[in-house]
């Protein structure tokens, strides 16, 4: 079977989730410049709608629809078909935290797992199963937003990288099907972006930022705007690439992970601020 064609985003119809918000929005922003038909769907309607007037009536759909709900998203599709003729580049981005405070697995609130599970993963699951017939017919692509936390360690964070590692190995299974019908996916894996997504670790908690701190060597440390992860986005895209990393220091990470994570992994281990901070974290 030959390889499928690059694709030409000035002749595309691409939904986006999470599009009213971060690293959404500015994946919307510039597909969109770059001509390509765009259905923003994100939770609230009056969000996404305000997105979408940033872009333009011109080429936009805006939905309000809850990622967790399938009949929601299997309602999504049939909008941007109805509206534009067809789907061809689905991005199932939306996601959520575990909230303003880290918690350890032990302490961490009931539901807190389940809700992010749902977003993350089982939100995920949904754009991708009701995107999944109109992207084979057009031959298109499906993008998963996973993330660095796919591949590193989760400490403070554990309910988040399961789902992001759980996305990845849904991404890997999708692109291997999709094969079979010319179609593509791919996965996403952002660092460090500067939405409020990660306000948690960078001063809006005291004792998870200690521990991004201790835990991640500096260079790997400092955020990057949306906008860098939109344009790498819509170049990983047309190209149909695999794996999109953004930024791109962290390729050797994660292409090195069965080496380099039980390095980090004894490092954190044995750090004795880490262990403390850990404590904090149970008792306030």
């Known amino acids: 079977m030959t390889r499928a064609e690059r694709i030409d985003l000035s002749a595309s119809v691409a939904l986006v989730t999470g599009a009213a918000g971060g690293i959404g929005a500015a994946v919307c922003e510039e597909l969109h410049r770059r001509g390509a038909a765009v259905v923003l769907v994100d939770l609230e309607q009056d969000r996404v709608d305000a997105a979408a007037r940033r872009l333009g009536a011109e080429r936009t759909l805006a939905l309000g629809a809850d990622v967790t709900d399938p009949d929601a998203m299997l309602t ?14 689905a991005i ?34 949904n754009t991708v199963r009701s995107s999944l017939p109109a992207v084979i017919d ?12 796919a591949y590193v360690n989760g400490l403070a964070n554990a309910p ?11 991404g890997r299974s999708l692109r291997t099907e999709l094969a079979a019908y010319r179609a593509s996916a791919g996965v996403l ?12 670790a960078f001063g809006g908690d005291e004792i998870a930022t200690e521990l991004v701190h201790r835990a991640t060597p500096s ?3 400092k955020p990057i705007a949306p906008q860098r992860v939109a344009r ?3 170049d990983g895209i047309e ?27 004894l490092r954190m281990e044995r750090d004795q601020g880490i262990a403390e901070r850990v404590r904090q974290l149970d008792e306030r």
């Open 232 to 234: 790498a986005v819509a």
């Open 189 to 200: 894996y952002p660092g460090w972006i500067a939405t409020p997504i990660a306000d948690v």
């Open 138 to 149: 057009s031959r298109g692509h499906i993008l998963l937003t996973s993330s660095t936390y």
């Open 76 to 89: 999504a599709v049939a909008a941007a078909r109805d509206t534009f003729g067809a789907l061809d580049i």
């Open 92 to 125: 199932a981005n939306a996601g959520i935290s575990s909230g303003a405070q880290a918690f350890t697995i032990s302490g961490a609130p009931d539901g807190v797992f389940e809700r992010v599970i749902g977003v993350n993963l089982q939100g995920v699951w």
């Open 239 to 265: 190209r149909r690439s695999p794996r999109i990393q953004v930024p791109r220091r962290w390729i050797p990470v994660a292409a090195l992970r069965g080496l380099v994570n039980p390095l980090f992994d």
């Open 160 to 170: 988040y990288a399961a789902s992001k590692a759980a996305v990845e190995s849904l």
């Open 219 to 221: 260079p790997l440390r």
